[in-house]
């Protein structure tokens, strides 16, 4: 696909189709699209509603909530950081409680990883917000749904979410290059006045001309025709349908992993992602090992364990353009890896899946 | 790709190069390459070294065997067709007998399906070739291995086979369009002098042509950089780990079948395909049902019974880039298509089959 | 693109499509489409409707009829082969000549080639038709358009051709492949009772499959895809607008060929190929010298003189996806290699052909 | 080419392998990769080395100059901005001048852009660096390379550059999305303590992983795959014969527009861009016209004057993987343009550009 001239009426029409066709991914009105990684749209966020010394208050939900706050202190913002153990998402009754005690308003906003990709949780978005208004609290919500768009339900408006962030490289099956922000009307306002200074960053600018269908610097032009066509394949396949996939291959995995009699990290049932399930090593042995074996014999590469869970755990994702056989193969590799890495464990994993599966087959 | 000039050095270099590597996985010194289908090369193997009138003798192994012999007669062979169950291959002690009832030797060649796609059977060819030497017999073997090529072992000098007939889209992973020739000394002279009226399939034009890199006509250029590139993935894998592979996969699903309580069609354990497996229904279920199920709700598309089989078998492929997850992966789909479909079956195959490729893996 | 099966409904949709969609290209009802080179589209007309020993009547108008009849002569046919200088097409006058003379009607078909590639000579196939009518002569008229197809106008139908025969890799820009063979009625009936021993090439097996959207062999799948594709990019232009396009440029280059105080091998204009054009080296000048000049600073490879015009003529092609820069890039790069060469030769020929194009730029 | 790991060795490999070949391409030892536009480097050169209300001293050469400037006041820097009428590039004596008013040296950066696009004029770096040295002054000095890197002679580390900005998009014939900044150790070092607030940009963290082979962020993979391959296309042509083609193309394409009769923007010979020449319109005429005719009847898209140019001049772009066929057909699309557009103008630029292009053929 030869690059098209981003001043063209050809990308201008491009962009226009896509800028609409990613509202209803969101469930949002204002889009952006930014040529950078995931992590480039959560400095996006931060720049253009907080300001240096401002606080905000974060959980230690795993390892990406821990880099966002690392980024969040390097901006100049105070982190609240809520210790975690790592097994759980964010608990809204300790949200409600931390804002009630902010009487003052000095917590500007609550930032929460909506899908934690290094432990398999998730945190429930709708009832954090409830959380924020029943501590009648003014302060923004922003959530990173890197590992969660396109996979997972969410509704950014209807949620009451102020900002989204997300990247093109999981759930709308794109190579990473593009970040996004989803934004609220009270974000948005309070972006006019405040924020830092920016201006690859800043949001204004880029929704006007996004408006005309084009963009104040050079887009990543064909990673745009790659998400018009990732988009197009969601519609057609149904956004519900797409998150019923996910949800289902979570249970299977998830009793497979309960076969073989290991323990899943995630302690809330209603947390369980439906994109990735993390499962705890017996004592005495290590995930690495486990995994090294099985990308060796199988040619599978499991997720690793990261940082505190290194060795730990091992993580197996049913994300993407996964279906039911290609979920059984990958249980499969993973009941023989176990076995030949003389890890203690049941049989039956890929039997009690594949019984779900069948059961549920449609 | 831009197809190349076939009348320039590159394109020179190429066919040098695909002409050499074709050798080692033929087991032959000689190997001519047609744009055509593979129904082309068994069509240049009978007019290079048959007469119309000429007897021949063949044995219904299944489809393809009666596909051959039909063309045969339409090119005016008389065809000795010995009739076959189609649940074993060539019987070597029908063929010395027969042989040596021809004491005048009409008979001008044994002609052989190598591996019957239709059934899962593979005739075992250097005991054939024993049987024509046993009953000191002239006539020529020809053999079809469009389905076994580059899958299931196969030296066609060594074995003293005349003519192998094959072609590019199973084992070498190619696209449909070429068609192939390994030729022996002795049917290379007899083709000097005998053989049908010919121009496009005539032997001798493209070994002189071939042997300078070139080709008499046109050729499937992009089909050839194909080529290419196939059998240096082959050679990097080594062809015997290639066999290996297969042979193990063909264990792997013959125990699932066998869990399950179904019956293998091929009867002859020796005579196992290494490449696919056909499994028997239980008598009073459609095997098109089963198959329409798994096709409907696991989009998996398993091989039909063809012909007089229809209905009655169902048949599972495990040639090409095949892993074991794969491999997994599809025989979950026949088992909880089985369970789907209410056939009458035991669980267990898939977990027998793990068991197989757990022990074997490495 | 994954292969397809080619027993299944998707091979069927696709299969259908192309069949309809050929018939405008060539102007004809029943179409056949043949794994193979061109060569073997030839091999199909002859092995159809005729038989051994028949007579038939031919032009050296170049290298490609001279391929031909080689061809027909090793498939027993007699061959009346006109001699000619390879500078102008088939003499319909000559046609009604010979043809008359032949009161036995022992000539069974006029063979003709539509496009010269070894010369830039294109025969009149309408009057040929009339040559033959005029003559009472019930000969059949088999036509090449291996290089003509869809580049330059053609009716099969309304012409009265008997058969078509063509390939892939011209007009249609796709790699070498497919063969195609379009038939009157007459001469399918003539096929009916007579033609050669054939199995592979046989008109009525393929038609009657291809009507349900079948073939009697493996087809080259992939090709058929792009097949689709080139038919709809001709549709989408317009054969019309095709015709004119390569018309235009053909005009252009003779513009050029005749400022450079060349002459142009083809010496009747109504013949003029609009495909490409062959130029005359002065006496004592190599072509193939300027070729190699003209490939090793340009990086263009121009088309050399075949056979007896080795060294003589060089040949400068305007077919497949060509525009009227890439025109003036190709002519540029002759006017400079002349002059690099040393060849005797005005200025004035990219000029000249500029000015033909703009004045008639549409 | 599937996405793979940013975390695994494969990823290690190739962006060790990536780091490596870019240094001999901006002639630096410290070169960074960015997920981002061209736009995105600019803004990373200006965070890490600069602080709100620093003063730095910028030439109006052009469009993308002025852009750059706006960029910078908007991240709170005091920008003297030096008018210019866009037909030069930065002038050495004019810098030495301003930064030896400078007696307290205030402005801590010189901002140059190497190849003003919007001009097809550029500035030259070492006499800039020559002007800094001759006034004794520390100002660092920042070079925006997008449209020349790859294309135009540049050694960043001996010309005493301290930033140089660039992109993937241009010379490095990639589509956009990846953003560079090479850099010297004066400007790492005044990084390390000072800069502003950040954290996607920060250069020492990516330095910190980079060594490594890794990234703190997602990176663009697929990207960094085909930087791989245009680094390798570079290397394989060679940088000086890259530089010589752009160099020799420049000169044949000004020879064209004199031979028009029609003004080269650019006024300062030494200052002729070699990847692009933008020609002044007969005073009355519209370029957009011009432009607009050319695109439809040739489907050649020119270059259209930016903002202050806008309707007064057209470019000719020379760079990318063009060769001298496919500049000759460029400018015979422009030279009949002008004659159909009714432009006045002489003929003969595309002899011109010819007789240049034979005469250096090499």
Redesign the interface.
């Known amino acids: 696909m030869p690059?098209i001239?981003?001043?063209?009426p050809e990308f201008r029409k491009l962009a226009l189709d896509v800028f609409a066709k990613l509202k209803p991914v969101f469930g949002a009105e204002h889009v952006i699209v930014y040529?950078?990684?995931?992590?480039?749209a959560w400095?996006a966020a931060i720049v253009n509603c907080l300001e240096?010394g401002d606080r905000v208050l974060m959980f230690e939900t795993g390892h990406f909530a821990t880099l966002w706050q690392?980024?969040a202190k390097?901006?100049?913002i105070e982190v609240d950081f809520v210790p975690g153990d790592w097994r759980r998402g964010v608990d809204p009754a300790l949200v409600e409680q931390k804002l009630r005690e902010d009487t003052d308003h000095a917590i500007k906003a609550v930032m929460v990883v909506h899908n934690e990709t290094s432990t398999g949780v998730t945190s429930r978005i709708p009832l954090v917000r409830k959380a924020i208004d029943a501590a009648g609290h003014p302060a923004l919500l922003l959530v990173d749904t890197i590992s969660s768009l396109a996979s997972v339900p969410y509704e950014h408006d209807e949620w009451g979410v102020d900002v989204t962030v997300s990247?093109s490289?999981k759930g709308l099956m794109l190579?990473?290059?593009l970040g996004f922000n989803a934004i609220s009307n009270k974000a948005l306002k309070i972006a006019e006045q405040g924020g830092?200074?920016?201006?690859?960053w800043?949001w204004h600018e880029m929704l006007a001309a996004n408006a005309k269908g084009f963009t104040?610097?050079?887009?990543?032009?064909?990673?745009l025709y790659g998400l018009r066509e990732a988009l197009d394949m969601l519609q057609e396949e149904g956004m519900d349908n797409v998150f019923k996939r996910h949800a289902r291959h979570g249970e299977a995995t998830r009793r497979a992993v309960r076969a073989w009699g290991l323990e899943i990290l995630c302690e809330v049932p209603e947390e369980y992602s439906p994109v990735l399930t993390a499962a705890i090593m017996p004592e005495g042995h290590d995930a690495d090992e486990l995994r090294a074996i099985i990308l060796d014999?199988?040619?599978?590469?499991l997720g690793?364990g990261l940082t505190k869970l290194a060795g730990k755990v091992f993580r197996i994702g049913h994300l993407g353009s996964f279906?039911?056989?290609?979920?059984?193969?990958?249980l499969?590799?993973v009941?023989?890896g176990l076995?030949?890495a003389g890890i203690p464990h049941n049989?039956g994993g890929?039997?009690a899946a594949?019984r779900y599966?069948?059961e549920t087959?449609?």
């Open positions: 690059t001239d981003h001043r063209g040529p950078s990684s995931g992590t480039g400095e240096p690392t980024m390097r901006l100049g990247g490289q190579p990473p290059g830092m200074r920016r201006s690859y800043d104040h610097y050079t887009p990543a032009t064909n990673l014999r199988f040619d599978m590469s690793a279906n039911d056989l290609s979920l059984m193969g990958t499969a590799g009941e023989m076995g030949i049989k890929v039997d594949m599966l069948e087959a449609g």
